[in-house]
């Protein structure tokens, strides 16, 4: 069996949002290591959005400069469109070029229903799905005039259910339809867009009055070990690769797994009957339509269609 030879980064350019600190550090010292000129971007407030700081971001590139490699700090917020763009444009103006874009920067304010307000939702929603939306918007032309580039998203496994931190799991859910959509737009541009959903401690996952329950269940060390920010980079950094040719996917990384995480659809209950289906049709049949076997992964929403209405055809 061949060794895979080292995937290097040498001539591209990368930004990566939120990199001052947890998953955003690990990604942009990862990619540094391998070649890449990174643009380290960080508003430095609170995780709860809050503030500003440009000490993370520079801190950061002093670590890659000191390790031979170049950055450049941005402290632009990606909580606004204004800041998106201005980000994009320091990695033009300081490297001329933009091939790259880790969407990672994120923040989180806990709350349920009803205490999960307008502000919770719209500031979470600033950072998470509207400052990826412009700051990969910004960069596309680039991207498209080069006929090359490579867009990261990060979604959460939160999206499956967290009912203590709703509008997190809302911004995340909606970055899923982000990544599947732009990736059919992506393809024939010679770009790839991708997802990826971690698996770490980081500083949103942490709150004074709803901790992570790594930590709140005083996990071995051994465990949070293994849920460190480095351990999802490798993911990262192979889908911002030029060799990676996967398009739409979302990817779990994190305490040394990495897996692929997919929709599927179960083939259902078809009426083939003449008449018009009876609410008591969809309570007797309810079985079949929730039967797991034979189901199938759609390529994307007119796959599904087309295997949906096959019967019509």
């Known amino acids: 069996m061949n060794a895979t030879p080292d995937l290097r980064f040498d001539g591209r350019v ?3 949002t939120g990199a001052g600190r947890g998953l955003g550090r690990a990604h942009a010292l990862l990619l540094a290591e391998r070649g890449a000129r990174v643009v380290v971007n960080d508003l430095g407030g609170s995780k709860e959005g809050e503030g500003s700081d440009a000490g993370p971001a520079n801190d950061v590139v002093s670590e890659i400069v000191a390790a031979g490699g170049m950055a450049v700090a941005d402290t632009n917020n990606v909580g606004s469109e204004e800041g998106c763009h201005a980000l994009v444009q320091t990695a033009i103006r300081e490297f001329g070029r933009i091939d790259i874009v880790v969407n990672n920067a994120g923040i989180s304010r806990w709350a349920t229903f009803p205490e999960a307000d307008a502000e919770n939702l719209e500031l979470t929603l600033d950072v998470h799905l509207r400052g990826t939306w412009h700051t990969t918007r910004a960069a596309w032309p680039y991207m498209e005039q080069q006929g090359y580039g490579r867009i990261i998203t990060t979604t959460s496994t939160g999206m499956l259910g967290l009912s203590d931190n709703l509008a997190y799991a809302t911004a995340k859910g ?9 990736a059919v737009a992506a393809a024939p541009k010679g770009i790839r867009v991708n997802c990826v959903a971690p698996n770490s401690v980081t500083r949103p996952s942490l709150s004074a009055d709803k901790p992570n329950i790594v930590t709140a269940n005083q996990m071995d060390a051994a465990r949070v070990q293994a849920m460190q920010t480095d351990l999802v980079s490798p993911m990262v950094a192979y889908l911002a690769h030029e060799s990676c040719e996967v398009n739409g996917e979302i990817l779990v990384a994190g305490a040394k797994r990495f897996a692929r995480w997919f929709m599927g659809f179960t083939p259902g209950w078809l009426d083939d009957g003449y008449g018009v289906p009876t609410i008591e049709d969809v309570v007797t049949h309810w079985d ?3 039967d797991e076997s ?17 019967h019509l055809a």
């Open 288 to 290: 079949e339509i929730n």
């Open 14 to 16: 990368a930004i990566v």
């Open 294 to 310: 034979g189901y199938y992964v759609p390529t994307g929403t007119y796959d599904w269609g087309a295997r949906f209405m096959a």
């Open 174 to 182: 909606a970055l899923i339809g982000f990544t599947r959509s732009l």
